[in-house]
């Protein structure tokens, strides 16, 4: 019937894109399958789903061939094959079941007018100059940021009518920090990627946390419930992440991921003074080494989780 070979259709190209996409690390009595063949497998899924959007056209007119065609494509990079469908999706969502819900297929948005050409007129000098984050006590947070992430600090000023003070501290060469006041505020405003901390007096005697993080954090909320914030991280890269965690370490640094804890190995995160996490990246190639500062194998760790929730 055509309900059944419709359910046999979306099984076959469910149990494909798993094969495809997840390869030998979920079919462990596939592991003679090489990156050859799973390419091969993706290649032929794309032509699959294609064939069968535009077999429907015969039978309903919600999906035309030239719509067909225009919203699907395929993206290579080296051996991974990307599809995107408007089509596709809503093709899987009405003719799955809730357990074919697990597909997640790829949903792909044309970026690259955002990566070339002019930028528009009147913004050409302008910089990304800060993050600002608030922080319960600012010896602390300067002493981290400048002693453990290397940081300097390029100009500050104090506010005690307001009660409040700010610290911009950034990666730069000792020497060029200036002397005089209105020097460090025109070095400051024109050196990317700053981050101001700014202390609210009064807030380094209170008792634990002060700020929320923006990760699965509690800290503020009045029902003491986690909240799903939308700041996530700060990030510094490292020549080598593996060494510079073994700094941290030996410092006293918390830890939130080591670089081969979690599912993506070579990258870490630790955590400020006040909690806020610190991705650490390399400046080049991920590479996963055999053990990092915290003992973890690189084929240990749990999988991949959002900080957010």
């Known amino acids: 019937s055509l309900m059944s070979r419709r359910s046999s259709s979306v099984m076959i190209m469910r149990s494909l894109f798993e094969i495809a996409i997840t390869g030998p690390s979920r079919h462990s009595g596939n592991k003679i399958l090489s990156e050859r063949f799973r390419t091969t497998m993706k290649i032929a899924l794309f032509a699959y789903t294609t064939a069968t959007l535009l077999a429907r056209k015969a039978a309903t007119s919600a999906f035309t061939a030239p719509q067909s065609l225009q919203t699907i494509f395929r993206q290579i990079r080296g051996n991974e094959v990307v599809l995107a469908s408007s089509n596709v999706s809503r093709f899987l969502a009405s003719s799955s079941s809730s357990a074919d819900q697990e597909i997640h297929e790829g949903q792909m948005l044309d970026v690259s007018r955002f990566m070339s050409g002019n930028r528009p007129e009147g913004t050409e000098d302008y910089i990304m100059q800060q993050t600002m984050v608030r922080v319960k006590d600012p010896e602390k947070s300067l002493a981290f940021y400048c002693d453990v992430l290397g940081f300097k600090l390029i100009h500050y000023s104090e506010f005690p009518q307001w009660k409040f003070n700010v610290y911009f501290v950034a990666p730069v060469d000792p020497s060029t920090v200036k002397a005089t006041r209105s020097e460090r505020w025109n070095h400051c405003m ?43 991280h700060i990030g510094i890269t490292v020549p080598n992440v593996y060494t510079a965690c073994e700094r941290f370490h030996s410092l006293g640094v918390e830890f939130h991921k080591s670089p081969n804890s979690g599912g993506m190995k070579g990258l870490a995160f630790i955590k400020d003074p006040d909690g806020y996490l610190i991705e650490v990246l390399p400046q080049g190639e991920m590479v996963a080494e055999p053990v990092d500062c915290l003992g973890v194998a690189a084929d240990g760790g749990e999988g991949y989780k959002d900080n957010s929730k």
Request: glycine share 20%.
């Open 190 to 232: 024109t050196t990317p990627g700053c981050i101001e901390l700014t202390w609210n007096y009064g807030s380094e005697k209170e008792e634990g946390k002060v700020y929320n993080t923006g990760n699965a954090d509690a800290t503020g909320t009045s029902d003491g419930e986690k909240v799903r914030g939308g700041f996530g």
